[in-house]
């Protein structure tokens, strides 16, 4: 595998349900975050993990719940979802966040929410 | 804080024919200019980037992008499109040393026309 992947690609899911959203960067890179994408809205960040620590949080509801275990991988656990929380989420790794590197997007996972 | 306008959501050119999309900018300090490139059911790709070197960047796939500080401008170029450029392009900023913070424009979709 190379690059930044995710999975699964596509979930659908009921408001009830309970799932977890993958990615790995084989990059090393040490900066990670997921980043949510709307139909008719930009790219909103959710979350930003440097060194494994969450750095940056934007005021992103708890029914949204990251984990980073280690600088290759990060988890956004899913639970009592909302219709409105169905989008494609994308997940990307950096070197450092100074902003000069570049971010390294995966393919994202299109998420359903029924 | 920083932000991002890209005028026109979706742009239409012939093939063979300029392609000249717009980003605007602001920010407090002389930022970090960024170009990505999304096909469909992909994550983003980066184009090019300005980090405070040369002010006209060049990217992949002929694409190029100058940075006007004095129209707060980084508009992406290219002499001559192709059926493989329809896609959807966005814009991004960030401030050195707050670099986690990357925030993106709405975005461009460009049509190419045969």
């Known amino acids: 595998e190379t690059g930044v992947t995710q999975t699964p690609r596509h979930l659908v899911m009921g408001m009830t349900n309970k799932k977890s959203l993958k990615c790995e960067q084989h990059l090393g890179h040490n900066a990670m975050y997921w980043y949510k994408q709307s139909a008719k809205k930009p790219l909103e960040l959710m979350f930003v993990?440097?060194?494994?620590?969450?750095?940056e949080n934007n005021s992103v509801p708890s029914r949204f719940s990251p984990e980073c275990p280690n600088s290759s991988h990060l988890f956004l656990h899913l639970h009592t979802l909302q219709p409105e929380d169905s989008a494609l989420y994308l997940c990307?790794?950096?070197?450092?966040?100074?902003?000069?590197?570049?971010?390294?997007f995966g393919p994202g996972t299109r998420l359903t929410v029924l | 804080a920083q932000s991002v306008t890209q005028l026109g959501s979706h742009v239409s050119v012939s093939e063979g024919a300029l392609v000249l999309l717009r980003c605007n900018y602001s920010?407090?300090?002389?930022?970090?200019l960024f170009w990505y490139v999304q096909y469909p059911n992909q994550g983003l790709q980066l184009l090019l980037k300005?980090?405070?070197?040369?002010?006209l960047v060049k990217g992949i796939n002929g694409f190029e992008a100058e940075f006007k500080k004095s129209e707060t401008s980084f508009h992406l170029t290219k002499p001559s499109a192709h059926m493989s450029d329809a896609a959807e392009y966005f814009c991004a900023v960030t401030e050195p040393n707050y670099g986690q913070n990357f925030v993106f424009g709405p975005g461009t979709r460009l049509s190419v026309l045969p």
């Open positions: 993990y440097s060194l494994e620590e969450r750095v």
């Open positions: 990307a790794s950096s070197q450092g966040t100074s902003g000069r590197g570049e971010q390294f």
């Open positions: 300005y980090t405070s070197a040369a002010t």
């Open positions: 920010s407090s300090v002389p930022p970090y």
